[in-house]
């Protein structure tokens, strides 16, 4: 070959490697080229940036040596001696390596072998791709999906709950109302009759009776309203009336209580007269429960705006700081679902707040521990 056309092919062949080098450099994974004996020829400049080595540091190093010995790991060895072994390729090796200068890191070795010049045996082209953020935010979605599919399971767990209390205090319903009944007429029968020790008994029965009504009504209305079917019968009614009313039923079912009612003339209201005199029945209900020792429970009303507030006051056993925003919640008792010495549900209070939410106001608790609490609830009326 005349010298003119050689050095034309040197120039080609060394345009040929620059292009080659460039198209490795540009390459956005780190890359490395190693000799048969595992040697580091060279690597692109991703490959120096994201492994934080100088080029001097690693070219002509076996890559068991670099930084320290780092990349000296039982799995690494294990897929470059594959890669040696088998005809062309290997792809997809997943490695965690726990780089002292970057950190744990997931990477996935790819390595193609290549046959360069007259060399016999083949160098190896190594594409290292770092997936530990993508394993990460795979394994977080894993973990949401785990997540929402135990949200789903408890939500349905919920739902057979309130259904099972829906069905069983239905059922309830029809022979209890059937039994309070029948034990009001016996009492009366009794009573006719002279018995007064049985018509006593019967009355006491009576008594019992109407906490287990009102226990089944308290479960109906949570399952009404945990499906959105508390129906409420609006009307303008007298205020003052319903309050008088529900306090004189109320002082029936406490001897040791005087219930002193305080009243502002009230304009009218619109809402559902049966559902808030529920509502005061609890308060006066629970005022009564839990002030054991003491003798009076105030209830009184003020305008406050366009609102009228009624209050009940007891002198009781009141309710500490911190658990007094939580018991408007469901199921929620101060002392526990085990606490026998005050019987309850822990369902009056949510219930109420429930009721007076759907009328527009609201309702709170001022209490100190051992001195009292004064519940207070506050509807919109027309005219103040
Ligand atoms: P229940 O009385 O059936 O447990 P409630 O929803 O009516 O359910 O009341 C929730 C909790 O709030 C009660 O368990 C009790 O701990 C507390 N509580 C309610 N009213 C009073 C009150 N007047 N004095 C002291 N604690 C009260």
Not at 99 to 124: C, D, H, Q, S, V
Not at 337 to 357: F, H, M, Q, V
Request: charged share 30%; hydrophobic share 40%.
């Amino acid at each position: 070959m005349p010298l003119r056309q050689a050095h034309r092919e040197i120039e080609k062949l060394k345009d040929a490697l620059a292009y080659a080098e460039a198209i490795i450099d540009a390459i956005h994974e780190p890359l490395v080229v190693l000799y048969p004996d595992l040697t580091i020829r060279n690597a692109n400049q991703k490959f120096y940036k994201t492994f934080k080595v100088a080029p001097e540091k690693a070219e002509e190093k076996l890559i068991y040596e670099l930084d320290n010995g780092q990349w000296n790991i039982p799995e690494l060895k294990i897929f470059l001696e594959k890669t040696l072994r088998t005809k062309t390729s290997y792809n997809d090796y997943e490695i965690t390596i726990p780089f002292k200068k970057i950190g744990k890191k997931i990477m996935l070795f790819n390595a193609r072998k290549i046959i360069m010049g007259g060399e016999k045996k083949p160098m190896i082209l190594m594409v290292i791709e770092d997936v530990t953020d993508k394993k990460r935010y795979e394994q977080q979605a894993e973990k949401e999906k785990n997540i929402l599919a135990e949200n789903q399971r408890l939500q349905d767990i919920s739902r057979q709950k309130d259904d099972f209390i829906s069905m069983a205090s239905h059922e309830l319903k029809t022979p209890v109302t059937s039994i309070k009944a029948f034990a009001q007429l016996l009492e009366q029968d009794f009573a006719d009759l002279g018995n007064t020790n049985a018509a006593k008994m019967l009355s006491r029965m009576n008594l019992q009776i109407v906490k287990l009504t009102s226990l089944i009504g308290d479960l109906l209305d949570i399952s009404r309203i945990a499906g959105g079917k508390l129906q409420y019968h609006l009307s303008y009614f007298d205020f003052n009336e319903m309050l008088q009313d529900t306090v004189r039923e109320m002082q029936l079912t406490t001897k040791i209580h005087t219930i002193n009612l305080s009243l502002i003339e009230a304009p009218p209201v619109f809402g559902d007269k049966d559902r808030i005199s529920q509502v005061l029945t609890n308060l006066l209900s629970n005022a009564i429960k839990y002030s054991p020792r003491a003798d009076t429970i105030d209830v009184s009303t003020c305008i406050d705006e366009e609102f009228i507030r009624v209050c009940v006051r007891d002198c009781g056993i009141g309710i500490v700081k911190e658990k007094q925003d939580k018991i408007f919640q469901r199921f929620f008792r101060v002392n526990g679902a085990k606490e026998d010495t005050y019987p309850g549900l822990g369902l009056g209070l949510y219930i109420s707040s429930e009721i007076i939410k759907r009328h527009g106001g609201c309702i709170s608790v001022k209490s100190n521990k051992s001195r009292g609490s004064t519940f207070c609830f506050k509807i919109p009326v027309e005219g103040s």
